[in-house]
T-cell receptor, first 119, second 110 residues
Framework: GAVVSQHPSRVICKSGTSVKIECRSLDFQATTMFWYRQFPKQSLMLMATSNEGSKATYEQGVEKDKFLINHASLTLSTLTVTSAHPEDSSFYIC???????????????FGPGTRLTVL | KQEVTQIPAALSVPEGENLVLNCSFTDSAIYNLQWFRQDPGKGLTSLLLIQSSQREQTSGRLNASLDKSSGRSTLYIAASQPGDSATYLCAVSGYSTLTFGKGTMLLVSP
């Protein structure tokens, strides 16, 4: 149980286009979802925290107009990278915290990640 | 601000060796600590979760310890195998977020 999926797993896009990444909790409801970014050989860096039905909270230095987060339901959050540039190329990972009915509430369950390459 | 450091950054051992990965954190006010495994280009697999009130957790050949007062955790891998080759990440949970270390890249050679 407690499976989180991400789609797509890989995406290549041209500079200036927008890319949407989906994060879904498959068998539990997630009160909170998190978006991380990981550069090569670096640790995961938290970008933003989103709670269902409310605006996301962004970490310092993360542009909210560039990285649009929508947490429309208890099982789905989306990250849209707007007007992507090569420096946005990275590995994006989402995680979800359970409401407690079908998974632990003190644990973040991680998706498999999305590799974004901007040409 | 919480900072997590992992030592060593990389480790290469022959198959069968027992090994220890180290993790230290600056703020001891934590809820729990997790060890993850990450294969190249893949997401995270949770290995062990230690609550702040616990001292250690075991799963198969893995044993993780936590000394909250000194801000340290270790991951012990017994009888290492080539399939253990991966990057191991330590993450500390604060009130609402996780702070990750940069990881230890482990290579176990046959």
């Amino acid at each position: 149980g407690a499976v989180v999926s991400q789609h797509p797993s890989r995406v290549i896009c041209k500079s200036g286009t927008s890319v949407k990444i989906e994060c879904r909790s498959l068998d539990f409801q997630a009160t909170t979802m998190f978006w991380y970014r990981q550069f090569p050989k670096q640790s995961l860096m938290l970008m933003a925290t989103s709670n269902e039905g409310s605006k996301a909270t962004y970490e310092q230095g993360v542009e909210k107009d560039k990285f649009l987060i929508n947490h429309a339901s208890l099982t789905l959050s989306t990250l849209t990278v707007t007007s992507a540039h090569p420096e946005d190329s990275s590995f994006y990972i989402c995680s979800a915290k359970s409401t407690g009915r079908r998974a632990r509430t003190d644990t973040q369950y991680f998706g498999p990640g999305t590799r974004l390459t901007v040409l | 601000k919480q900072e997590v450091t992992q030592i060593p950054a990389a480790l290469s051992v022959p198959e069968g060796e027992n090994l220890v990965l180290n993790c230290s954190f600056t703020d001891s006010a934590i809820y729990n600590l997790q060890w993850f495994r990450q294969d190249p280009g893949k997401g995270l697999t949770s290995l062990l979760l230690i609550q702040s009130s616990q001292r250690e957790q075991t799963s198969g050949r893995l044993n993780a310890s936590l000394d909250k007062s000194s801000g340290r955790s270790t991951l012990y891998i017994a009888a290492s195998q080539p399939g253990d080759s991966a990057t191991y990440l330590c993450a500390v949970s604060g009130y609402s977020t996780l702070t990750f270390g940069k990881g230890t890249m482990l290579l176990v050679s046959p």
